[in-house]
Every structure is written in structure tokens, then in C-alpha cells.
């Protein structure tokens, strides 16, 4: 949690506690939904399986980056990232129901 660390201060925790859970065998973003969010990002269509390798690299890649990013904003302090998560949130509703 970002607590009443600064920004930067914050990030850079963050970024430690991400290298530490991965030394530990811990994989950020590997779930089927996850990767269905970031193929559509990247305006893959199909089955991940069906992807080439590269392909499917990228999908990992930003299937981990859209989770972590979200991980990073949630447990940032509400009370000073409260507008940028209702941004977040109407942006996310507005893609998933065709208007954006």
C-alpha cells in the first residue's frame, strides 16, 4: 500500500515487491480472462493457443503489464488517486459496453 509515501517512493517499492514474488516463481497475468483483455488491446483475434510465439509473448507481456498497472493503482492512496481511478473505471465501462 501506498500509504503516505510519495509517488515515486511508492513505485519503487512496488517495482522491488514485483522483483522479489518473481524470483520466488510467482507469474503476474496468466490467467485465460487476462489474456483475453490483452489480446483485445492488442487487436489479436482467436485463441491464444493459435498465436504464434511472438505473438503470444506479447500477450503475456501485456497481460502482465495491464495486471500489475492495475495492482499498482489499487493499492495506491484513495484519497489522492480517487479521480484517476473514477477516469479508469467510466473509461473500462465504457469499452466494455461499446462506447469507447
Avoid: W
Avoid at 15 to 25: F, L, N, P, T, W
Amino acid at each position: 500500500r501506498q500509504d503516505n509515501m510519495g509517488l515515486v517512493e511508492y513505485y519503487e517499492k512496488f517495482q522491488i515487491a514485483v522483483k522479489v514474488a518473481e524470483s520466488c516463481g510467482i507469474v503476474f497475468g496468466v490467467s485465460e480472462l487476462q489474456f483475453k483483455f490483452a489480446m483485445r488491446e492488442l487487436k489479436l483475434a482467436g485463441d491464444f493457443a493459435n498465436l504464434t510465439n511472438d505473438e503470444q509473448e506479447m500477450v503475456k507481456q501485456k497481460a502482465k503489464d495491464l495486471y500489475l498497472g492495475t495492482a499498482f493503482i489499487l493499492m495506491s492512496d484513495r484519497r489522492r488517486t480517487s479521480p484517476l481511478i473514477d477516469h479508469l473505471q467510466n473509461q473500462h465501462l465504457e469499452k466494455l459496453t461499446g462506447g469507447g
